[in-house]
């Protein structure tokens, strides 16, 4: 009698388990289509007649500014609750994926612009809302070249937002001063300046190389000023450029150059700069100058604010003697963080709305404090580290897209992986730019 | 309920009709039903499913997909990063059991022969199993740091200079450099391992083997490995496909980089999959990586557990 | 038993202390910059001393939402836990004790399941957990955590349940104990030591657990601890001294567990042993 009440009961646990798994287990497809989302990230369930969405973001370290942004838009729409979720960046691009695999992304994401929102884009997951920024001559707020980022097929898809940032070379003065340096304004200065450096112990460049990316800016740059950016671009819409072009050649032979003479710290490909050991170089005197985006003010103020206001100054990247680029130009993005809304969202015009208090006059105020650069016309700033990135943007021909962020992811991750490799001396100038052209007919077709 | 006659432990699913569902298939199948349930649903079904996808081109995020046949395959036997982060799990799987496996069975020995000083060493033994993977990638990329770390700081504070290196950044050694690092965090898994069955083995068979006149090494060698067999080729066949499968610190420490230096086929599966936009390829990575580590896993697993039982009898 | 101090066991010594230096540096270092600034550890030497200790990175900590993660993760690595201790145990005994023909295709299955790379199963898992309604909640994680535990748990036992002796079993069965007896009054009892190290295994990579909880999770409410360090994670930068101390505070319930619990995985082998 005593084993058959037990398998009764252990039948019992399995029938209540089974149950269990089974009603979670909905047929499990594959995304076959984006049809039929969930509610889009809804954590509760919405009462009758109200709206309620999810709004990811990076901005971890500032949480915040958008916090307080949002909660200013839900004072203003009662009815209508955001959820707001902050997230890591390298977790983020993991999370927005799988999210939008699955067919449920959050109503407002954001993105760098460029390449992959443009695979969104083509993907029909992105709302084209060059009718809202339209309406009242709202575009009209924002800094021109902070559009181009998030403009294809003439129409508008996220609304530039977060900070504007380009890379400059940050340059300790103290120790310039020390050694008689002045800022270049050529290249061939700053190989000078180098090897001054090098005589006294100091590694000219620090850079923590391990993401990859650091290294691509000095390319980037290199290209811009021996050529301008159409030569990029040409190769990078397949519109009769090529990336075997001798410029792009060129620029990595005085990468290898500049390499070869010592230019850099020794083991950057293996330092990771979200642990701040190129910054660390910095502080420690161990090393004079780092080209990075002007977040480095914020992200050094915050570490070291002492080293900062007696140590930290910037130039801008040298032009090249010869060079056909025009010397203002710039590399970076103005908008850096660029908000879209998803096409599952069943609330656009809530979401937009509440996007315009991102950026409005309030949130720009706060953004400034904190250090960023709004990218909106007439910001300025009583910083005059900041108001100097400013004008340099405010000056430049042209502002050149970061080009991991320009092109589609594919070939981004190419590029970076190519600069890692072009850097440590792994490969050629020449195979360099073959990776990338061969990359990039595979991509196109062409 | 007849309790003669009885076979001892054989449960015979067979078609000879029987008057009562034998009791040991019942078992069988009651016991087995939930861990296939969970298993089905959340583990073997996805890989299924990712075989499907390697036959199409899709970026993950498009609801359409473009039917590809086996031209991600074909890629995929041209690809030399993946057949360099195929040679990279192997020397993990050949460093990992050749270092992790020896001392981690000789620190199980120490803790379980030394007595009650050893219980202080014995938690100390076991904290770098309960550090999460970014804990230990930021703490290693500060002892590894060219500048500031302590290892290039010992060797200059001791004159040996020329040893100094980039740890992490020379293509040539990062590898071995996170090895090391995935040794320290995964002896500790073994010596529990190994600690749990030398603590089975009863102090009688000790005694004996004294009385016998063994000593502490004939002992060792003759009695307790033995005895260890099965736990060794437990740990040996988790050693293996842990490497093969590893994705976790060298995502950390290098991103399987510089240059695809310390490259494995899980990173390149995750770089593949959620940076390039390309899930198709991925997924076929990921079905080369499970069929490289089933085929490998099976052929070690089973003909060395056969050879166990057909010793212990 | 009288220790003798010979040559050998001086070696033996000093290797032994030589490891532990070995194991436990790397948390001297995240002792040492839990208690700097941020501004202390990039400007002086990385294996300094603390020149003024601050306690506010562990304060920090936990004023901010440390309890309602640790609370979360302690919920989810207790159940997933408990539930696999007591699935694994029961197949580990089928394939560790009855033989049929299909034992080893389906631990093959097992085996299988040990492979699987988990970022292959990350879209159908989310896809699976927001249509079954339970998204942002930690029952979600439960079903992953437990899945992917099992195989390596089943693995583990059924290598310790084959060591059990058969005439334990064999009498057992003489007295009319079916599999099922046999399971509960002897194998279980007597696997007391597999059980505790696959418990103390599982709970320690699931109370480490990152993808998972962050695919399946959103709001702050329901994160585990992993996730806390992101509070103090940037775009482009990190806090270090503070992630230091979310890391050291997250592992010190681990430490604690394992501390009390490794005095009942001797007690369990004793009981065992005297059994036996």
């Known amino acids: ?446 | ?313 | 038993m009288k220790t003798k101090i010979t040559a050998k066991s001086v070696v033996i010594f000093v290797l032994a202390v030589l490891w532990l230096l070995i194991a436990f540096v790397p948390f001297w270092f995240m002792l040492l910059t839990g208690f700097k600034q941020s501004l202390e550890l990039m400007t002086r030497p990385v294996w300094a001393l603390p020149e003024n200790p601050i306690i506010t990175n562990f304060s920090n900590v936990l004023a901010n939402r440390f309890f309602r993660f640790l609370t979360n993760s302690t919920i989810v690595v207790s159940v997933s836990i408990f539930l696999v201790v007591l699935i694994s145990s029961m197949a580990a005994y089928v394939f560790a004790r009855i033989r049929f023909r299909l034992n080893q295709p389906l631990f093959a299955l097992i085996i299988a399941g040990l492979i699987v790379p988990i970022h292959v199963t990350l879209i159908p898992i989310y896809l699976l957990t927001t249509r079954a309604g339970i998204y942002d909640t930690l029952s979600a994680l439960i079903g992953p955590y437990v899945a992917f535990s099992l195989p390596i748990s089943i693995f583990i036992l059924t290598q310790f349940m084959r060591q059990i002796p058969y005439e334990l079993e064999d009498a057992a069965r003489i007295d009319g104990c079916g599999p099922m007896g046999s399971f509960f009054r002897i194998i279980l009892p007597l696997s007391r030591s597999g059980l505790v190290t696959i418990a103390i295994f599982n709970a320690v990579s699931l109370w480490n657990e990152f993808v998972f909880a962050f695919v399946l999770t959103s709001s702050p409410s329901t994160r585990t601890l992993p996730l806390a360090i992101w509070d103090f994670q940037g775009q482009y930068s990190a806090d270090i001294p503070q992630i230091m101390a979310v890391l050291i505070l997250s592992a010190l319930p681990l430490i604690i567990a394992y501390v009390i619990f490794q005095e009942q995985l001797v007690k369990g082998i004793m009981a065992g042993a005297i059994k036996g």
């Open chain 2, 1 to 313: 309920m007849t309790t003669a006659a009885r076979d001892n432990t054989q449960a015979r699913i067979t078609t000879r009709p029987r008057p009562l569902i034998n009791e040991y298939a019942l078992t069988a199948a009651l016991f087995l039903l939930p861990t296939f349930a969970f298993l089905f649903i959340f583990v073997l079904w996805p890989i299924v499913d990712s075989f499907r996808l390697s036959l199409y081109k899709w970026n993950g995020v498009d609801p359409n997909l473009t039917f590809l046949g086996v031209d991600n395959w074909t890629r995929l036997a041209k690809d030399s990063v993946f057949w360099r982060a195929l040679r990279n799990n192997f020397i993990i799987v050949f460093l990992s059991i050749i270092i992790q496996l020896p001392v981690g069975l000789a620190l199980a020995v120490l803790l379980d022969t030394g007595g009650r000083m050893f219980r202080f060493f014995k938690v100390i033994y076991f904290l770098p199993l309960l550090l999460s993977t970014v804990a230990i990638g930021i703490l290693f990329k500060y002892i590894y740091d060219p500048y500031f770390g302590i290892i290039n700081a010992t060797l200059e504070a001791v004159g040996l200079q020329s040893l100094t290196q980039a740890w992490l950044s020379n293509p040539r050694i990062a590898l071995f450099s996170v090895i090391a690092v995935i040794c320290w965090q995964y002896i500790p898994f073994y010596m529990v391992l190994f600690l749990a069955s030398l603590t089975g083995i009863p102090q009688e068979l000790r005694e004996a083997a004294y009385i016998d006149g063994a000593t502490e090494n004939t002992y060792f060698w003759r009695v307790v490995l033995p005895l260890l067999r099965g736990s060794i080729i437990t740990a040996a066949t988790l050693s293996l496909i842990g490497s093969l499968k590893y994705f976790d610190l060298i995502w950390v420490m290098t991103e399987g980089g510089p240059v695809n230096a310390t490259e494995l086929m899980a990173t390149y599966m995750y770089k593949k999959a959620f940076n390039s936009f390309e899930m198709g390829y991925g997924a076929t990575i990921a079905s080369a990586l499970f069929i490289v580590v089933l085929v490998t896993a099976l052929t070690v697993y089973f003909p060395l557990q056969r050879r166990e039982e057909d010793i212990a009898g």
């Open chain 1, 1 to 446: 009698m005593r084993r058959i009440t037990r398998y009764a009961s252990m039948l019992m646990v399995m029938a209540i388990l089974l149950a269990a798994i089974s009603a979670c287990a909905a047929p499990v497809a594959a995304p076959s289509g984006a049809a039929e989302p969930a509610a889009p990230g809804e954590a509760a369930a919405p009462a009758a007649g109200e709206v309620s969405f999810e709004f990811w973001h990076i901005q971890t370290s500032t949480p915040e500014l958008l916090q307080n942004a949002v909660d200013r838009f839900m004072a203003d729409n009662p009815g209508v609750s955001v959820e707001v979720v902050p997230l890591q960046n390298d977790p983020y691009k993991t999370k927005i994926k799988v999210a939008m695999g699955a067919g449920n992304p959050p109503c407002v994401f954001p993105t760098w612009g460029g390449g992959p929102l443009y695979e969104y884009i083509q993907a029909g997951q992105v709302v084209d809302i060059t009718d809202f920024m339209q309406q009242d001559g709202y575009v009209d707020r924002f800094v021109p070249a902070s559009l181009s980022n998030v403009t294809f097929d003439g129409k508008v898809w996220g609304v530039p937002v977060e900070n504007s940032a380009i890379a400059v070379v940050w340059y300790n003065k103290t120790i310039f001063e020390e050694l008689g340096l002045e800022p270049p304004a050529t290249w061939d200065e700053l190989l000078a300046i180098v090897d001054t450096l090098n005589e006294n112990d100091i590694a000219p460049f620090a850079m923590a190389n391990k993401t990859k990316w650091p290294s691509s800016m000095f390319y980037m740059y290199l290209v811009d000023r021996l050529a301008g950016p159409e030569v990029f671009a040409g190769a990078a819409t397949r519109s009769g450029g090529t990336f075997e072009d001798p410029v792009f050649v060129e620029a990595g032979q005085m990468i290898q150059d500049l390499v070869n003479r010592d230019g850099f710290v020794e083991g950057f490909n293996g330092l990771d700069i979200d642990t701040g050991q190129s910054r660390q170089l910095l502080y420690a005197g161990k090393a004079a100058m780092e080209l990075m985006g002007s977040w480095q003010i914020s992200t050094m103020r915050a570490e070291n604010p002492e080293w900062v206001a007696a140590n930290l100054a910037f130039f801008p990247f040298p032009a090249i003697e010869g060079g056909m680029g025009d010397p203002s130009n710039v590399v970076g993005t103005v908008g850096d963080n660029f908000y879209s809304i998803s096409s599952v969202c069943p609330y656009p015009d809530e979401a937009f709305k509440m996007i315009q208090y991102l950026i409005d006059d309030a949130s720009v105020a706060e953004r400034g404090a904190a250090g960023r650069i709004p990218p909106v016309v007439g910001f300025t700033t009583d910083d005059p580290m900041l108001q100097g990135i400013i004008d340099l943007i405010g000056n430049a021909a042209s502002v050149q897209l970061w080009y991991d962020q320009y092109l589609p992811p594919e070939l981004g991750e190419v590029h970076k992986d190519t600069m890692q490799a072009l850097f440590g001396l792994e490969i050629t100038p020449e195979q360099a730019a073959a990776a990338h052209e061969e990359a990039a007919v595979k991509f196109f077709g062409q």
